[in-house]
């Protein structure tokens, strides 16, 4: 297949740097006249449906009982873990610094993948990185002040970084299971399964009780299609063009452009507040997560030579 041109690069760079930045912001004016599981739930139900449907006109074959099962387990603990716990700790913890706790998801990665079962260890530049990500993490949580003065609200910490961690135990096992599906219908079994589990936690968390499909606002409507058709569809769909065209080291600068994107969002669009530990905590956590990109693909690099 001919290679990409420069400009198609740069288009796909920058939506998957603004879409996936704005969607802890979108989530958020969502989340305001929506309950935010039924709201989770819904988004990925229905993406995954509209992704299956088109894949299968398409000409795709229909998923097999095997894939589903493998994908559901992904699904599980991406988007009932992962994304249902950043969810519900939006309630508490500003957009963008949600982000930036997010951003440490790779540090999460390397771990798990070092503890999985035939793993790769860590290299020391790598354990480096990782205890510089602790430790903008531990700065901008600042546990050692209260909540009132500056410190975060430590329930929603810890949801986070659980959600981190759900997310790349999630990501390692999509990786190993062989289940032959192609990436589009396997991305579309994880949103059906995953929203699927989200509604059911909706359902326990008594969020259709409170819904009132009168009372949403013009506003939560535009931030839910949003997140359903750009977020979910269009973000999805360029990241899986990218991972096919690129180096997995360069589709994953996201991981550290997102947070930028979403702090600078969440304070001009929600009038967020930017302090200057949000700042010294983003640099630590930018640099730390761009440190083991590094590291990792370098490590590719020479096991290849």
């Not at 599980?76 to 249902?84: A, R």
């Not at 931030?223 to 269009?234: M, N, R």
């Amino acid at each position: 297949m001919p290679a990409p041109s420069r400009s198609a690069l740069v288009i796909a760079f920058t939506t998957i740097y603004l879409v996936w930045g704005s969607t802890y912001l979108g989530i958020r004016v969502a989340m305001e006249s929506i309950p935010l599981f039924a709201m989770a739930g819904a988004r990925f139900t229905l993406a995954g449906a509209l992704l299956l449907i088109w894949v299968r006109w398409r000409g795709a074959p229909a998923p097999t009982a095997r894939q589903w099962a493998i994908n559901g387990i992904v699904g599980l603990f991406l988007l009932l873990g992962g994304n249902g716990l950043v969810v519900w700790a939006e309630q508490f913890i500003p957009t963008g610094i949600t982000a930036l706790l997010v951003g440490v998801s790779p540090l999460f990665i390397v771990l798990t993948e070092w503890a999985w079962p035939g793993g790769i260890r860590p290299s020391a530049a790598t354990a480096g990185a990782l205890l510089v990500g602790f430790f903008g993490v531990a700065w901008l949580a600042a546990p050692w002040e209260s909540d009132a003065h500056g410190g975060l609200y430590i329930p929603g910490l810890i949801a986070l970084l659980t959600a981190c961690l759900l997310w790349s135990i999630g990501l390692i096992y999509s990786r190993h299971a062989k289940h032959g599906a192609d990436p589009l219908v396997a991305s579309s079994l994880q949103m059906l399964t995953g929203g699927a589990a989200l509604l059911v936690t909706a359902t326990l968390h008594g969020d259709f009780v409170r819904l009132d499909l009168a009372q949403i606002t013009a506003h939560s409507w535009a931030a839910f299609i949003y997140l359903v058709l750009i977020g979910s569809l269009v973000g999805f769909s360029t990241f899986v063009w990218l991972m096919k065209k690129c180096a997995p080291a360069q589709v994953a600068t996201y991981a550290y452009v997102n947070p930028v994107v979403a702090v600078f969002l969440g304070w001009l669009l929600h009038h967020e507040p930017i302090n200057s530990r949000t700042l010294v905590a983003a640099a630590i956590i930018v640099a730390a997560v761009a440190m083991i990109t590094i590291q990792k693909n370098s490590a590719a690099k020479s096991k290849s030579a």
